[in-house]
């Protein structure tokens, strides 16, 4: 990114306020302009009058003391708020409707997405009174819309005009206002009368209800006195210690909310069992500043200054239909909505979407602890960073710090689904690296990422001597694969696609340490590249960035070229394309045939064994609804058995 220094003296509309505890004075009727790329720094307090204002397109640095103040006055020299006035500073979006792109997460690369960033330092709560007209666009999460709230003392109600519905304190509403109590495990109530960063940590997690929200097509303004970063450190530990999920997450919280209708935990392979559900942190950005998770788990000396030492993993919400609420109003979690950054033990991000690990400003993201009993505070202030871009820990901390790159270690695959416009739609991740568990694990496996059963393309949990370890074939997929580098190599993991109609191409994507290697590249640093083969082809070499044509619902992927074409999973039934799947369209679960499947049988029990719903030789071209009563909350096997007699066993929890 380029980065200049803003010549501030040079500015007539500016001048030196020191009585003040003020550096910069911008005065009424002035406009400071700064442009994208542009880096802006006061080593001072800052202040806007009257109709005076900066419109910021670029980044905007304030470094000051506990005597400095950031101020938004009238002309009669009165503080404004966010409901009489505003506008004086101005962080604007630079490409609105870039908002769904990520950057690519290398400093050689141009971003596609950048807005005004505003970085407050030193500077206590009570002296910042100014106010931010922060511009906002996101991808709409569905029913619930996560955030966070970089403000202090912004009344909840206050929220309506500006995202353009009226909130109100109504549960399952879609139209309430919830946090994240990380501790209880449970979203709770935050009132419309409430003030965010008043009572809970500004770097609360908090959910708008949906009903008529548009964040998506419409370029909002939310205005707000920025948060301090004086204290801004949260100790992790006791997050769901003290709560028993009950059997299959069927316990209730304290809004008789079962934990299974909203809780998801794609870091742990086995549900209901040991940590599920445990030891997990959801946070908002409490900035007007990026945040780079890269770094939080490293002990360098040039590291963030936070050390989580026994991090899983981070979980990144970006996509649409993240939240959806049931007919009873009871919250639902969709596993595609997101993405996700995994840690080996020593602190090194490991695995899977490393362009997603900036947090924007109003973002969101969730950390995933191996246990509780670390006790390790994340320092968010340091998070900090202007660039779109990670930074390696050889390189110095600096909010404007270069990344480098670092030696590589591990290895990453990543095929992504296309569609026929070249549009992805699904993504699964192969890791290898010298200390990476082959086959399932509940404690070894570092780097593992679990996806939904709606997911249409996926890996499978793989034998050690390769292909498909039929003990997890029907109880789990994977998003992110793991496997030993050394004792694995040239064996293959299956990977899966259940929607042909849908995915017509794989584009590779291949990484060292996180790092894009060059396109076309194959060989890696270790002399070794990944290889896939389709059902009826031959082994050929995975190259980076190349696409190729989709030839059928099975791949096998390897990191080493196989010396043995005849693979283990010969002896191996290929696992059904049938899924059982909710969907909240309709609010109902679904069944969703093979392609290979003519007619199907279809029975479902409940609980007690009885049967409550059986249909023969049902049409497969189809989906097939389960029509259960939405009022009864129960629990049912779903069994599907195809005209050919291949079975699929489902659990639907209500």
Same mark, same amino acid.
């Given at each position: 990114?380029?980065?200049?220094?803003?010549?501030?003296?040079?500015?007539?509309?500016?001048?030196?306020?020191?009585?003040?505890?003020?550096?910069?004075?911008?005065?009424?009727?002035?406009?400071?302009?700064?442009?994208?790329?542009?880096?802006?720094? +006061?080593?001072?307090?800052?202040?806007?009058?009257?109709?005076?204002?900066?419109?910021?397109?670029?980044?905007?640095?304030?470094?000051?003391?506990?005597?400095?103040?950031?101020?938004?006055?009238?002309?009669?020299?009165?503080?404004?708020?966010?409901?009489?006035? %505003?506008?004086?500073?101005?962080?604007?979006?630079?490409?609105?409707?870039?908002?769904?792109?990520? /950057?690519?997460?290398?400093?050689?690369?141009?971003?596609?997405?950048?807005?005004?960033? *505003?970085?407050?330092?030193?500077?206590?709560?009570?002296?910042?009174?100014?106010?931010?007209?922060?511009?906002?666009?996101?991808?709409?999460?569905?029913?619930?819309?996560?955030?966070?709230?970089?403000?202090?003392?912004?009344?909840?109600?206050?929220?309506?005009?500006?995202?353009?519905?009226?909130?109100?304190?109504?549960?399952?509403?879609? /139209?309430?206002? *919830?946090?994240?109590?990380?501790?209880?495990?449970?979203?709770?109530?935050?009132?419309?009368?409430?003030?965010?960063?008043?009572?809970?940590?500004?770097?609360?997690?908090?959910?708008?209800?949906?009903?008529?929200?548009?964040? !998506?097509?419409?370029?909002?303004?939310?205005?707000?006195?920025?948060?301090?970063?004086?204290?801004?450190?949260?100790?992790?530990?006791?997050?769901?210690?003290?709560?028993?999920?009950?059997?299959?997450?069927?316990?209730?919280?304290?809004?008789?909310?079962?934990?299974?209708?909203?809780?998801?935990?794609?870091?742990?392979?086995?549900?209901?069992?040991?940590?599920?559900?445990?030891?997990?942190?959801?946070?908002?950005?409490?900035?007007?500043?990026? $945040?780079?998770?890269?770094?939080?788990?490293?002990?360098?000396?040039?590291?963030?200054? /936070?050390? $989580?030492?026994?991090?899983?993993?981070?979980?990144?919400?970006?996509?649409?239909?993240?939240?959806?609420?049931? !007919?009873?109003?009871? $919250?639902?979690?969709?596993?595609?909505?997101?993405?996700?950054?995994?840690?080996? %033990?020593?602190?090194?991000?490991?695995?899977?979407?490393?362009?997603?690990?900036?947090?924007?400003?109003?973002?969101?993201?969730?950390?995933?602890?191996?246990?509780?009993?670390?006790?390790?505070?994340?320092?968010? !202030?340091?998070?900090?960073?202007?660039?779109?871009?990670?930074?390696? !820990?050889?390189?110095?901390?600096?909010?404007?710090?270069?990344?480098?790159?670092?030696?590589?270690?591990?290895?990453?695959?990543?095929?992504?689904?296309?569609?026929?416009?070249?549009?992805?739609?699904?993504?699964?991740?192969?890791?290898?690296?010298?200390? %990476?568990?082959?086959?399932? +694990?509940?404690?070894?496996?570092?780097?593992?990422?679990?996806?939904?059963?709606?997911?249409?393309?996926?890996?499978?949990?793989?034998?050690?001597?390769? %292909?498909?370890?039929?003990?997890?074939?029907?109880?789990?997929?994977?998003?992110?694969?793991?496997?030993?580098?050394?004792?694995?190599?040239?064996?293959?993991?299956?990977?899966?696609?259940?929607?042909?109609?849908?995915?017509?191409?794989?584009?590779?994507?291949?990484?060292?340490?996180?790092?894009?290697?060059?396109?076309?590249?194959?060989? $890696? +640093?270790?002399?070794?590249?990944?290889?896939?083969?389709?059902?009826?082809?031959?082994?050929?070499?995975?190259?980076?960035?190349?696409?190729?044509?989709?030839?059928?619902?099975?791949?096998?992927?390897?990191?080493?070229?196989?010396?043995?074409?005849?693979?283990?999973?010969?002896?191996?039934?290929?696992?059904?394309?049938?899924?059982?799947?909710?969907?909240?369209?309709?609010? /109902?679960?679904?069944?969703?045939?093979?392609?290979?499947?003519?007619?199907?049988?279809?029975?479902?029990?409940?609980? +007690?064994?009885?049967?409550?719903?059986?249909?023969?030789?049902?049409?497969?071209?189809?989906?097939?609804?389960?029509? *259960?009563?939405?009022?009864?909350?129960?629990?049912?096997?779903?069994?599907?058995?195809?005209?050919?007699?291949?079975?699929?066993?489902?659990?639907?929890?209500?």
């Amino acid at each position: 990114m380029r980065k200049s220094l803003f010549a501030i003296g040079l500015l007539a509309a500016i001048c030196s306020v020191q009585a003040q505890n003020v550096l910069i004075h911008v005065d009424d009727n002035a406009t400071t302009y700064v442009s994208k790329g542009t880096l802006v720094y +006061s080593g001072g307090g800052l202040q806007m009058r009257g109709t005076g204002k900066i419109e910021n397109h670029g980044n905007f640095m304030v470094q000051g003391t506990s005597t400095d103040s950031f101020k938004t006055i009238t002309t009669g020299n009165a503080d404004k708020t966010e409901t009489t006035g %505003g506008g004086n500073f101005i962080n604007k979006l630079n490409e609105p409707t870039a908002y769904s792109t990520y /950057n690519i997460n290398s400093s050689s690369s141009t971003p596609t997405y950048t807005y005004g960033q *505003l970085f407050i330092t030193g500077i206590p709560q009570a002296n910042i009174t100014g106010i931010v007209d922060q511009e906002f666009r996101a991808v709409n999460h569905g029913t619930y819309q996560q955030i966070g709230m970089p403000f202090y003392d912004k009344t909840v109600s206050t929220l309506s005009a500006e995202l353009g519905k009226t909130f109100t304190d109504v549960r399952r509403s879609k /139209n309430e206002v *919830l946090w994240n109590d990380n501790i209880n495990v449970v979203p709770k109530k935050f009132g419309v009368n409430y003030k965010f960063g008043i009572g809970l940590d500004g770097f609360a997690y908090y959910m708008l209800g949906g009903l008529g929200l548009d964040v !998506s097509n419409t370029t909002r303004i939310v205005k707000g006195r920025p948060l301090t970063d004086v204290g801004a450190i949260k100790t992790l530990q006791g997050a769901g210690t003290n709560v028993s999920f009950g059997t299959n997450g069927n316990a209730v919280n304290e809004y008789n909310e079962k934990y299974y209708t909203y809780i998801q935990d794609e870091f742990e392979t086995t549900p209901w069992v040991g940590t599920y559900g445990k030891n997990v942190y959801q946070f908002g950005n409490p900035f007007l500043t990026n $945040l780079d998770l890269s770094q939080i788990a490293k002990s360098e000396a040039n590291g963030d200054g /936070n050390f $989580l030492t026994t991090i899983q993993g981070v979980r990144l919400e970006i996509s649409p239909n993240a939240v959806q609420t049931s !007919s009873a109003g009871t $919250l639902t979690s969709g596993g595609t909505a997101y993405k996700y950054i995994t840690f080996d %033990g020593s602190g090194n991000p490991v695995a899977g979407d490393f362009d997603y690990m900036m947090v924007r400003p109003m973002g969101t993201f969730v950390i995933k602890l191996r246990n509780n009993t670390a006790a390790d505070q994340l320092n968010f !202030s340091t998070l900090r960073r202007f660039n779109y871009y990670t930074r390696d !820990s050889s390189t110095s901390y600096s909010v404007t710090a270069n990344k480098n790159t670092s030696s590589a270690t591990y290895k990453q695959l990543g095929v992504i689904g296309l569609d026929v416009n070249g549009n992805e739609i699904a993504r699964t991740y192969y890791v290898v690296y010298p200390d %990476g568990t082959t086959g399932h +694990s509940l404690n070894d496996a570092k780097s593992q990422v679990t996806v939904d059963v709606s997911d249409i393309l996926g890996t499978y949990e793989e034998a050690p001597t390769g %292909g498909i370890d039929p003990n997890y074939m029907s109880q789990y997929r994977l998003y992110i694969n793991e496997a030993n580098e050394n004792t694995f190599k040239g064996k293959n993991i299956k990977m899966k696609n259940f929607d042909l109609n849908t995915i017509k191409s794989y584009k590779f994507e291949i990484r060292e340490n996180g790092s894009p290697v060059t396109d076309g590249v194959h060989t $890696l +640093s270790s002399g070794t590249g990944f290889y896939y083969k389709s059902q009826n082809g031959t082994v050929q070499p995975a190259l980076q960035g190349a696409v190729i044509p989709v030839n059928g619902a099975e791949y096998d992927l390897y990191y080493g070229e196989p010396s043995n074409i005849v693979l283990a999973t010969n002896d191996t039934k290929s696992p059904s394309r049938t899924v059982v799947v909710y969907n909240p369209s309709i609010e /109902n679960y679904i069944v969703r045939f093979d392609p290979n499947w003519k007619k199907a049988d279809i029975e479902v029990y409940d609980m +007690s064994g009885k049967l409550v719903i059986t249909r023969k030789a049902v049409n497969t071209s189809t989906d097939f609804v389960i029509e *259960l009563d939405s009022r009864l909350k129960n629990s049912y096997v779903v069994k599907v058995v195809s005209d050919k007699g291949e079975t699929v066993n489902t659990k639907i929890l209500k």
